[in-house]
């Protein structure tokens, strides 16, 4: 199973980006899938969750408000809207999803499939 994230770049703070996340399996709309962003000499840290159906998300408190997961399952697609970028913002982002389970506070180590990430830039 592959994830494929992508929709990086450099912006400017207050800008907005969406990082799409694809997979190659069908059985991707039933997964949990989960955003997490890894900075430059920082641990890899939760962003946000959303539940297989979408009737579930959660986000990290420092996004909260300004960032939207949701998914399109037709698609096979979940998708992450952040708006108001802030430089604290920069770094790159993994998509990942989890089989079994939906969690409000997905760990990293629970996660069962990852993408290899894209890379957002915000600058000041």
């Known amino acids: 199973v592959q994830l494929q994230a992508s929709g990086g770049g450099l912006v400017q703070a207050g800008d907005s980006l969406r990082l799409p996340c694809t997979a190659s399996?069908?059985?991707?709309?039933?997964?949990?899938v989960a955003w997490f962003r890894q900075a430059p000499g920082k641990e890899r840290e939760f962003v946000a969750t959303?539940?297989?159906?979408?009737?579930?998300?959660n986000y990290a408190a420092s996004v909260k408000g300004r960032f939207t997961i949701s998914r399109d399952n037709a698609k096979n697609t979940v998708y992450l809207q952040m708006n108001s970028l802030k430089p604290e913002d920069t770094a790159v982002y993994y998509c990942?999803?989890?089989?079994?389970?939906?969690?409000?506070?997905?760990?990293?180590?629970?996660?069962?499939?990852w993408g290899k990430g894209t890379l957002v830039t915000v600058s000041s």
């Open positions: 990942a999803a989890d089989r079994a389970y939906y969690s409000s506070y997905p760990r990293a180590g629970d996660m069962d499939y």
């Open positions: 959303i539940n297989w159906i979408g009737s579930n998300t």
């Open positions: 399996a069908r059985t991707f709309s039933a997964w949990a």
